[in-house]
Nanobody
Framework: QVQLVESGGGLVQAGGSLRLSCAASGRTSSRALMGWFRQAPGKEREFVAAISWSGAYTFYADSVKGRFTISRDNAKNTVYLQMNGLKVEDTAVYYC??????????????????WGQGTQVTVSS
């Protein structure tokens, strides 16, 4: 059974930074496309960032490009999301996801096989 556990969420002022972590267990994530999504109250879950299994390729939503950085440490089975310049509109529950059968649609929630339980990020003005 695959488990993804997010951590690092919290309350931060606008302009601040947070680093989210996602630890995978039960199956090595080293060959998986890993992604971060977020969901604000009353809104659809949306793509934030994704990283290829090697780390050579990264993808970002336009809304976070230049502010967020996704990275991974395959030796630790962990993926990170460094969030800088946080805005009030970044407030959401952030979810980590893993995909072992990549079909090319990294931005779609339906691409991913496993999900974490989510971690709350709240940005105050």
């Amino acid at each position: 059974q695959v488990q993804l556990v997010e951590s690092g969420g919290g309350l931060v002022q606008a302009g601040g930074s947070l680093r989210l972590s996602c630890a995978a267990s039960g199956r090595t994530s080293s060959r998986a496309l890993m992604g971060w999504f977020r969901q604000a109250p009353g809104k659809e879950r949306e793509f934030v960032a994704a990283i290829s299994w090697s780390g050579a390729y990264t993808f970002y939503a336009d809304s976070v490009k230049g502010r967020f950085t996704i990275s991974r440490d395959n030796a630790k089975n962990t993926v990170y999301l460094q969030m800088n310049g946080l805005k009030v509109e970044d407030t959401a529950v952030y979810y980590c996801a893993a995909d072992w059968n990549y079909s090319g649609n990294y931005g779609s929630r339906y691409e991913y096989d496993y999900w974490g339980q989510g971690t709350q990020v709240t940005v105050s003005s």
